[in-house]
């Protein structure tokens, strides 16, 4: 029978009583008492028993954290819950590992009781560890060994609980249900969870822990009697030196002589923002006052430690703020710093020199588009007010990269940053980087940045002094910090995505980092994280905050983890739907191929095609792609490798693919009805041996040779040459590959994207999407898919079932042609009549930005006049009156009439005007669809360049045919781009001869680069 609930609370309390090492668990979870007990009381008499309950204790403390901390977990399932919380960041190694001795001990050459008195130790241990983490007390916690009577009366109490055990259990997993947690708090509590990992050091214990951790800094401790020695090393340490009035400082840091800053030191678990407050007393002391001198006073660099946390605080700063560090301070960086003050006492910091100068300056800030230039301002504005972390959202295509350098620029340029830091997730963008960072022409004069500023790419033998910037993927840091196998083993080849989605259980082991003489923590002044996978902010986070810098993310897809991790600091966002909007990126649209082993292969439109929710927030949709990923996991948890179209389908699924691509590109058909040229294709397969395989069906049923279809995986021998010869050659039509192959800008002429393997996670999807959905202008298309008037989507062929991750706001499969005119004419006609609802406006919004890749100038110019507003600025204002992250503080504010008066506003311009109607309509009606034609402006420009050259050429001449090749063709893309990109010698025409070294052979490395500097200012 079970007890009534007054009971079975008075047994509790007797168990909890009973249980010296387990009844303070008794408020925050009885399960866990009760468990607790069992596994200690039975250890000696029935081990068995006492083994099975340390595995329950186990499963009900991992649920319980996950509960409290808002990760979602799968039920039954110890292994996945472990890894789960471990990629979250949850669990540090030895927690991770001590809940793996509870679920996977098997005794090994231990006794039975031997082993179960192991296990009741690692169940303490676990149990300490979540007291900490819920309370912040880190009173050291001791383990009781109980008397034989003690253990037999405990043993009584857990038995008379046990009748009530399954029922007990089944309202514990209904109770730790999933919750929703504000991005901030669950931050907060998976900080508190790994800093209760750490056992308190004795008071005895924690000055020895802090001068050990000054002396691998590079400090020098002094011993008694040799207070006189200051100038012994660059940077020394006085031990209990005296001050004024008789009191005591734990430790003085003095460098090239001068005391310059304190250290207090404070028992394990002491409030160190209090003790803070203590040293800025102490560090007020009189300049006179000590017998050794004083380089400032107050002292502007005070420490306060418990052994194990590090607060830091400079008093230069402009209001300054204390902050966790993971290392002392090396004695050359407090002496750059002195240095720095000495200079401008006005901005005598980093930070405040971010405020005094950078914000004033807009040097260059013109060249910026819209988002680039939101963002730029945001993280410095961010940065300014003491933000130590900053995330920001751009849709893969609006600049991120450059935005980044130019943040990186203007960071070294204003503020003085000694070193930036940049963190890639493969080798691929380590490349593309310090590509990037090299070609930058600065603002100031047009010198390149590598020129001022030395680029590095950071590898085993450390940092190069001169280096102002450093560039190193996840792998090279976890390789220095943390002692994981080094790059050269080929892993940072491959993104972290693409490792996760290869594994039915993605190593979730957590890292830990160590000091590291050659990447000190205070190496790097800012640190600027490209779009890197969600890992590095979980289980690898340590590799972040190991650096004492501000972190700046750049993300595409900020998943829940990302915007933990930078505590809900989202400066500034940027959507893939704006920038479709903006004419930055086209949008795609989704089908589906459906195999049955009996019949042939459907193609069709996805019947769930709309995948965004209207009442759905943005941020709270990036949030759930952690949450979906890891119940993909778990729910595929022993299944191995993920699913791919088989063989025997093979034939039947690229057979459909290639019947359906005149329906998909209707305008390039021929009068015949077949495809002039296949659009430029990837085809995403399983592994190397699927690959092949795709790559031989395809060549089979196009009927077509070799350069037609060909592999591109990171392990070929010669895959950059390959990746050059698909981006530039119009031969080369469709790409098989296993992995996100290239830097998204290397893949502006994709228009398809066949999916034959399935995919995990919705952030790994969008990567995919990305690689397709950036703009080309015509004129590069039609040079490598002869008869493409210009690119207006991406094409998405699902056979696998992948785009259930992230459908687009409107599935718009019919943009083209007669069936285009028709949709977009029934939408216009409901908006006149003022029927429209929020998902036709939507789809309305996709139709029209479907048309802005193709709009000619004086296309664009008669839409201004009709409407007041370019067609760009429509389409933005339709998405807009939809979206709810911008409806939010109108509906907050006016309530559902507001909503609507919004959505009617940005209507108001297509429903009251019928000449823009009809010319919208008219779009459709030419004989040749959306052709191009060039302004006069245009042609005056060219012109303007022409003339721009032939000066250049008697100027800088004489030069040789082949030389002169090569400079009147990049003077024909500035006369249609306005500006030359260094990433342009690899397209068409230039690929030609050989790319970019086709161009260093032509001028020499040296004076080919001073050449391309010289002939873009000269016609500019």
Not at 32 to 42: I, M, N, P, Q, W
Not at 267 to 287: I, S
Not at 619 to 642: C, F, H, I, M, W
Request: aromatic share 6%; proline share 5%.
């Amino acid at each position: 029978m079970a007890l009534e609930p007054s009971a079975l609370e008075s047994r509790f309390m007797d168990l909890a009583l009973a249980s010296a090492n387990f009844g303070f668990l008794l408020p925050y979870e009885p399960l866990l008492v009760l468990h607790g007990a069992s596994c200690e009381a039975r250890a000696a008499t029935a081990p068995a028993d006492a083994v099975a309950a340390a595995r329950q204790f186990g499963e009900v403390l991992a649920a319980e954290v996950g509960h409290r901390t808002g990760v979602r977990l799968p039920a039954g399932d110890q292994p996945a819950r472990l890894d789960i919380l471990s990629r979250a960041g949850v669990l540090v190694p030895q927690v991770l590992d001590a809940f793996n001795d509870l679920h996977r001990f098997d005794g090994g050459t231990r006794e039975g009781r031997e082993a179960a008195a192991h296990l009741v130790e690692r169940c303490f241990m676990l149990a300490a560890w979540f007291f900490r983490a819920l309370t912040g007390d880190a009173e050291s916690m001791n383990f009781v060994h109980a008397a034989a009577s003690d253990l037999s009366v405990l043993a009584q109490r857990v038995a008379a609980l046990e009748e009530d055990l399954p029922r007990l259990r089944r309202e514990f997993d209904l109770r730790v249900s999933p919750v929703t947690l504000a991005v901030a708090e669950r931050e907060q509590l998976i900080v508190s969870a790994r800093d209760a990992a750490y056992e308190p050091l004795r008071e005895s214990d924690i000055a020895a822990e802090v001068q050990r951790r000054l002396a691998k800094a590079g400090w020098d401790v002094l011993g008694a009697g040799e207070e006189t020695q200051l100038n012994r090393s660059l940077g020394c340490v006085l031990v209990e030196p005296r001050l004024a009035g008789g009191r005591r400082a734990d430790m003085l840091l003095t460098v090239g002589g001068q005391v310059v800053g304190i250290v207090e030191c404070k028992r394990d678990g002491a409030d160190l923002t209090n003790a803070m407050e203590q040293a800025g007393a102490l560090a007020e002391a009189p300049a006179g006052s000590l017998p050794w001198p004083v380089w400032h006073s107050p002292l502007p660099y005070r420490y306060v430690s418990d052994g194990r946390r590090l607060l830091f605080c400079d008093a230069n700063d402009p209001d300054p703020h204390a902050r966790l560090v993971s290392g002392f301070h090396q004695p050359r960086t407090l002496a750059r710093w002195q240095r720095e003050a000495e200079a401008d006492s006005a901005a005598p910091t980093y930070r405040a020199r971010q405020a005094a100068y950078l914000l004033r300056q807009d040097e260059g800030l013109d060249q910026l588009r819209n988002p680039q230039h939101g963002a730029l301002r945001a993280i410095e504005q961010a940065l300014a007010a003491g933000q130590r972390r900053a995330l920001v959202h751009m849709a893969t295509g609006s600049g991120r990269s450059f935005t980044g350098v130019f943040t990186a620029y203007r960071q070294l340029r204003y503020a003085r940053a000694g070193r930036v830091l940049f963190v890639a997730d493969r080798k691929l963008a380590v490349h593309q980087l310090i590509a990037q960072l090299r070609q930058f022409s600065m603002p100031d004069g047009g010198r390149r940045l590598d020129d001022v500023y030395h680029v590095q790419e950071l590898t085993a033998d450390g940092l190069d002094p001169s280096a102002s910037v450093a560039v190193a993927t996840v792998q090279r840091l976890s390789a220095m910090l943390a002692g994981t196998p080094a790059p050269e083993d080929g892993s940072d080849r491959v993104s972290a995505y693409e490792t996760a989605e290869r594994q039915a259980h993605p190593d979730a082991t957590p890292l830990e980092v160590t000091y590291c003489e050659a990447l000190p923590p205070d190496a790097f002044d800012l640190v600027i994280v490209d779009d890197c996978h969600r890992a590095l902010y979980g289980q690898r986070r340590a590799l972040l905050e190991y650096f004492d810098a501000p972190i700046v993310g750049f993300s595409a897809t900020p998943t829940a983890t990302a915007l933990g991790f930078f505590k809900g600091n989202l400066v500034d966002s940027y959507t893939y739907e704006q920038a479709v909007a903006d004419g930055v990126a086209v949008d795609y649209s989704v089908y589906e191929i459906r195999v049955a082993d009996d019949r042939q292969p459907a193609f069709a439109t996805p019947v769930d095609a709309v995948g965004v929710k209207a009442n759905s927030s943005r941020r709270a949709r990036y949030e759930d792609l952690d949450e979906e990923l890891d119940e993909e996991l778990a729910s595929t948890a022993g299944q191995g490798p993920a699913r791919a179209v088989p063989s025997e389908h093979l034939a039947a699924v690229v057979t459909a693919f290639r019947d359906a691509l005149p329906t998909l590109f209707p305008d390039r058909t021929q009068q015949s009805g077949a495809l002039g040229v296949v659009p430029k294709a990837v085809v995403l397969a399983q592994d190397g041996s699927h690959a092949d395989e795709v790559v031989e069906r395809i060549r089979d049923v196009f009927g077509a040779g070799d350069v037609f279809c060909r592999r591109i995986t990171h392990r070929d021998a010669h895959a950059v040459h390959l990746l050059r010869e698909f981006r530039t050659t119009p031969q080369f039509r469709i790409a098989v590959v296993t992995d996100l192959i290239s830097g998204f800008s290397d893949m502006r002429a994709l228009e398809c994207l066949l999916i034959l393997r399935e995919v995990r996670s919705a952030a790994y999807y969008e990567q995919l999407l990305a690689m397709g959905t950036q703009t080309i202008a015509s004129a590069e298309l039609r040079a490598v898919t002869p008869g493409a008037i210009a690119k207006t989507q991406l094409v998405v062929v699902d056979a696998v079932g992948a785009s259930r991750h992230l459908q687009p706001l409107v599935n718009v499969t019919d943009a083209s042609g007669q069936a285009g005119r028709a949709a977009l004419e029934r939408l216009l006609s409901r908006a006149a009549d003022g029927l429209v609802t929020p998902q036709e406006t939507a789809e309305l919004a996709i139709r029209l930005a479907r048309l802005i890749p193709a709009l000619s100038d004086a296309d664009g110019a008669e839409i201004r006049k009709l409407a007041g507003q370019s067609l760009q600025e429509l389409v933005t204002r339709l998405l807009d009156s939809v979206e709810s992250d911008h409806l939010a503080p109108l509906r907050q504010a006016g309530g559902k009439r507001a909503v609507e008066d919004e959505r009617r506003a940005a209507l108001f311009p297509l429903a009251e005007n019928p000449e823009l109607q009809e010319a919208l309509l008219g779009l459709y009606d030419r004989p040749a669809p959306l052709r191009v034609a060039a302004s006069s402006r245009r042609r005056r420009e060219a012109e303007t360049v022409r003339g721009r050259l032939a000066e250049f050429i008697e100027r800088a001449g004489p030069f040789s045919s082949a030389q002169l090749w090569w400079i009147e063709k990049i003077a024909d893309v500035v006369a249609t781009e306005t500006r030359f990109a260094p990433a342009y010698l690899d397209g068409v025409p230039f690929s030609a001869r050989g790319g970019t070294d086709g161009f260093l052979d032509a001028f020499g490395p040296d004076a080919a680069i001073d050449l391309l500097d010289e002939l873009g200012r000269a016609l500019a």
